[in-house]
């Protein structure tokens, strides 16, 4: 598992980015984006964003485009 940011709520705050100890969180196009293969799954993330968009998923390579 790893931590994953909807894009559709993400405002784009970087509060996710600087909490996440293992700097797993960038942002790309004024939304957060997490790098799976950093993430540790501590939550730190969840706990910050107050727009409720980080929520935790399987690790797949397959990346399906969604929304
Ligand atoms: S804390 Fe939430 S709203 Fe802010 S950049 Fe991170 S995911 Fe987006
Ligand atoms: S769960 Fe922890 S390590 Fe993973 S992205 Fe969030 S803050 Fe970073």
Partial sequence: MSAYILEK??????????A???NAIQ???H???VNPRLCIECE?????????AITFRENREEVS???
């Fill in 9 to 18: 709520l993400c405002r784009g705050c970087q509060r996710c980015v600087h």
């Fill in 20 to 22: 996440c100890p293992q």
């Fill in 27 to 29: 942002m790309l196009s």
């Fill in 31 to 33: 939304m957060a984006i």
């Fill in 44 to 52: 730190e993330c969840m706990e910050v964003c107050m727009q409720g």
């Fill in 65 to 67: 485009t969604h929304g």
